[in-house]
């Protein structure tokens, strides 16, 4: 059977002439021969003793009524006797759906409507269906959903009624605005729109004010107009008036039926006919780039689709318990509601507005919040767009810092092996030069001044105390350069990227005090161990120190933005500040409002203090479920810091083969290196961490990991 053909049609008001419009293209339909189902999916101000009729599907049913009691059905019947026409949920008082439902006893949802709908379609043979709102498109159906939402949900083209009156342009306007805005359920394709006139224009002049109101609602609302429905006069007259009447709508509206044929113009939603999974990956694997990898090999990837709490689903329907936070970032979990309301609330008022010159309340609420849980001493923030360009800000401000206080000579920065910093040039320049890129880059980057890794460990559980012998390499080199060194860069008590080692906060303190006394700034990078992430809310707060240059990024935003800060203190901004200077960075979407409302969010789930509790749960979870792997062979070391757990493997791992072994183990965890490490988003589940725990554990037992 031949797919028929629907359209769903709505009107700027509730006496816009709806029904007029259906009950017309209905004829018209009818006269060219096609066999027309009218629906009306809710009827209310049915004149019969029932309060409420259901024609079916196990609800509460009362006799039917009548069908010259359903007003518009009476008016389809009239119009086209030979078309099939109903009204699915039929409700006895004159009012809102919502209202009359609820004056019933009954519920009326999106869901029990569309598959009403979908099933009368199915059951009459109609090769044309019209499908009528009740009201406007904001008309409330229950307390959570509107028209709107029943029309976004059955997707057919809308067909929108404009009572062409004063006014008019404005609702029409309204109307359009609101079928893009439903975009929970997705956009709903509107068709074009049609006028009607319900009293004859007066003279001239409004017949000009009622063409151009047509025509400017077809321009403003980049909607075509697809029939101008005329005031029709001798609908309840004698049965030949009728008859002329309904002639002269019909034909008035017949434009419409031809336009359906012709695909719907403002759907934004259609899937590409050729985007099946395979092709998808096939063409990711052709054109796109990923980190780190080869455009002519490049390694596995899978199709996500679909995150939530600590879940991410992949294209085939498997659900993996996340292990990484996305790097890093999803603190709190994926769709976290408080981080997407913020997110939605903001995108209606200001995506994004140029920073220079201009400011605004989610830049500057931000700021605030970071100013009172950064360690005591910070005073000053510059935003960026990501922690890369955060360390570049930071190398910057040191540089002229330097500069400023008259000692250009001090241009270098001290850095620690093992560390990781960004991806971009400055950022490359201290990252550690052995596992970093400085190979590749070499006569390109600056040569910076490096300290062996800090061999202190630092881990839960451990009783080692710390050896101040450790510290004695740092001491001799700053000893040797300290006059040319602007700054020390490290990552506080955690390095990341770079080795996933930590180290003892004794040692992070004697670096605050050597560099004071040396007179280099210090800069933290907490783009990985902020928010709570080793168990204190910044990895400074374990030496209780305050750096002199503080970066943020990674978890700012929960994992929704990217956003990145970089932060110092009131004596290097005013250095930097002196004789009239500036400090010399500004990107693009420097304090992006989208970015800076989520992150406002995020820090205000931070600030309820849960994560305390959370982190604590999962160090001990992990520590607990990484035990068994200790002295295992091949394992060089376990380590459990905060919320981050770490296998180091004696000898590379085979990233690949392992992503495979925990994709079909039900988890998503992507090591490197010699490692195979966990940092879960903070309200990972006792059972998540121990499904975590299980598959690292079982990837070191089975060997998958070689
Ligand atoms: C990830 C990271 C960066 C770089 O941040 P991007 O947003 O990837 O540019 C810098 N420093 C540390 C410690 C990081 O973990």
Known sequence: MAVPEVLCITGTDTDAGKTLVTAALARAAMQAGRQVLVLKPVQTGCGHGDSYHHDGMGMRIAPPPPSDTVPDVATYRTAAPAASACAIVQ????????????????????????????????????????????????TPLNSNEVLADLFAELRFPLLL???????????????????????????????????????????????????????????????????????????????????????????????????????????????APDSTPERLLAYDREHLWHPYTSAQTPARTWEAVYTRSTRITLRDGRELVDGMSSWWCAIHGYNHPALLDALQEQSKRMPHVMFGGLTHKPAVELAQSLLDMVPQGLAHVFYADSGSVAVEVALKMALQYQMAAGR?????????????????????????????????????????????????????????????????????LLEQYGDSVAA??????VQGAGGMWFYHPDYLQAVREACTRHGCLLIADEIATGFGRTGSLFAC??????????????????????????????????????????????????????????????????????WVHDVARIESGLHTGLHPCT?????????????????????????????????RNGVWIRPFGRLIYVMPPYVASDEDISTLTRAMCGAVMEGAWR
């Open 488 to 493: 020390v860069i490290l990552e506080p008590v």
């Open 408 to 476: 250009p000579q001090r241009n270098r920065i001290l850095s620690l092996r093992g560390g990781y910093h960004g991806d971009t040039m400055g950022a490359m320049s201290v990252c550690d030069p052995e596992n970093g890129m400085h190979h590749l880059f070499s006569g390109m980057l600056p040569r910076q001044i490096f300290a062996p890794r800090p061999e202190c460990p630092y881990s839960y559980g451990q009783t080692t105390p710390y050896d101040p012998a450790s510290f004695a390499p740092f001491s001799a």
């Open 541 to 610: 707060g374990h030496a209780d120190i305050t750096p002199d240059i503080l970066c943020v990024g990674k978890g700012l935003t929960g994992g929704v933005m990217s956003l990145a800060a970089t932060l110092t203190t009131a004596e290097v901004a005013h250095g930097i500040s002196r004789d009239g200077g500036v400090l010399m960075h500004g990107p693009t979407y420097m304090g992006n409002p989208l970015a800076c409302a989520v992150a406002q969010a995020s820090l205000e789930l931070l600030m309820r203090g849960n």
């Open 631 to 663: 002295g295992h062979s091949g394992v060089r070391d376990v380590r459990v810091l905060g919320a981050i757990g770490v296998l180091e493997m004696e000898t590379p791992v085979n990233t690949e083969a392992l992503q495979r072994f925990f994709v």
């Open 161 to 271: 009624v404009v009572a062409n009156r004063l006014g008019a342009v404005n609702h029409a306007l309204l109307t359009i605005e609101a079928c893009s805005a439903r975009s929970a359920r997705g956009c709903i394709p509107l068709a074009g729109f049609v006028t009607t006139e319900t009293s004859p224009a007066a003279g001239p002049a409004e017949h000009a004010i009622r063409k151009d109101n047509a025509s400017i609602i077809a321009t403003l609302g980049r909607l075509p107009c697809l029939a101008a429905v005329p005031h029709i006069s001798g609908l309840h007259g004698s049965e030949n008036a009728r008859e002329a009447a309904w002639n002269t709508a019909a034909a008035a509206v017949s434009p419409v039926l031809e336009t359906m044929r012709r695909p719907p113009c403002h759907c934004t939603r259609k899937a």
């Open 91 to 138: 409700l006895a008082p004159a009012c809102s759906p919502h209202l009359a439902a609820r004056q019933a006893g009954v519920d009326i949802t999106v869901h029990d409507l569309t598959a009403q709908v979908r099933d009368h379609i199915a059951r009459h043979k109609a090769d044309l269906v019209l499908i009528e709102g009740a009201g406007g498109l904001l």
